[in-house]
């Protein structure tokens, strides 16, 4: 496979607690990704990092927080969540942008209650 | 604001047949357009890219076109199979971020 793991691969939490999911790689790949995704509204962007300690918001960025302190790990974190961040959360992670290819995890099912 | 938006939730073809999704957007001026081929409670798998200056790319039964003008992709499935049945997804970045913003995807049924 790919390399890449997303932790944990199911949690069900309450409103108003802090979630964090973390994403590993083995590659080291410089692009780091985080999607959400909803039915309807396909894969929408969290955020990305395109390095150690630099990151970048996407789409849907407000209600998370990323931190990439060694290149291998991602985190996303949910402060206090809310029922709207119950969701698929991927993560994805590109080498170079000449092939372009983002390889992505398996999927981080996260229900806020 | 920007949009992506791909032609039809979902589509049924027969065994044998061409299936074309269809990619577009506007707003954007993407410099990389990927298409990705998901299936259910699993993560999206690369299939192609294609560049600006590029017009087609071919990979075996797949093809995908860039129309820079028309701000729209094809993208070509031919002698489609039931395996080919899935989820498939368009993504685009611009020059310089490799931020790849994606459609909402077309769910292809290929019929036996």
Same mark, same amino acid.
């Not at chain 1, 793991?5 to 083995?26: A, D, F, M, N, Y």
């Given at each position: 496979d790919?390399? =890449?793991?997303?932790s944990?691969?199911?949690k069900?939490?309450?409103?108003?607690?802090?979630?964090?999911?973390?994403? &590993?790689?083995t590659?080291?790949?410089?692009?780091?990704?985080?999607?959400r995704?909803?039915?309807? &509204?396909?894969?929408?962007? =969290? &955020?990305?990092?395109y390095g150690?300690?630099?990151?970048?918001?996407?789409e849907?960025?407000?209600?998370?927080s990323?931190?990439?302190?060694?290149?291998?790990?991602?985190?996303?974190?949910?402060?206090?969540?809310?029922?709207?961040?119950?969701?698929v959360?991927?993560?994805?992670?590109?080498?170079s942008?000449?092939?372009?290819?983002?390889?992505?995890?398996?999927?981080s099912?996260?229900?806020?209650? | 604001s920007?949009?992506?938006e791909?032609?039809?939730?979902?589509? @049924?073809?027969?065994e044998?047949?061409t299936? *074309?999704?269809?990619?577009?957007?506007?707003?954007y001026? /993407?410099?990389?357009?990927?298409w990705? +081929?998901? $299936? /259910?409670? +699993?993560? /999206?798998?690369?299939?192609l890219?294609i +560049?600006? @200056?590029?017009?087609?790319?071919?990979?075996e +039964?797949?093809?995908?076109?860039?129309d *820079?003008?028309l701000?729209?992709?094809?993208?070509?499935?031919?002698?489609?199979q039931p395996? $080919?049945?899935?989820?498939?997804?368009?993504?685009?970045? *611009?020059?310089? *971020?490799y931020?790849?913003i994606?459609g909402t995807g077309?769910?292809?049924?290929?019929?036996?």
């Amino acid at each position: 496979d790919a390399g =890449i793991t997303q932790s944990p691969r199911h949690k069900v939490t309450e409103t108003g607690t802090p979630v964090t999911l973390r994403c &590993h790689q083995t590659e080291n790949h410089r692009y780091m990704y985080w999607y959400r995704q909803d039915p309807g &509204h396909g894969l929408r962007l =969290i &955020h990305y990092s395109y390095g150690v300690k630099d990151t970048d918001k996407g789409e849907v960025s407000d209600g998370y927080s990323v931190s990439r302190s060694k290149t291998e790990d991602f985190l996303l974190t949910l402060e206090s969540a809310t029922s709207s961040q119950t969701s698929v959360y991927f993560c994805a992670m590109m080498d170079s942008p000449n092939t372009g290819e983002l390889f992505f995890g398996e999927g981080s099912r996260l229900t806020v209650l | 604001s920007q949009k992506i938006e791909q032609n039809s939730e979902a589509l @049924n073809i027969q065994e044998g047949k061409t299936a *074309t999704l269809t990619c577009n957007y506007t707003n954007y001026s /993407p410099a990389y357009l990927q298409w990705y +081929r998901q $299936d /259910p409670g +699993r993560g /999206p798998v690369f299939l192609l890219l294609i +560049r600006e @200056n590029e017009k087609e790319k071919r990979k075996e +039964r797949l093809k995908v076109t860039f129309d *820079t003008t028309l701000k729209q992709s094809l993208f070509h499935i031919t002698a489609s199979q039931p395996a $080919d049945s899935a989820t498939y997804l368009c993504a685009l970045a *611009t020059s310089g *971020t490799y931020k790849y913003i994606f459609g909402t995807g077309t769910r292809l049924k290929v019929l036996a």
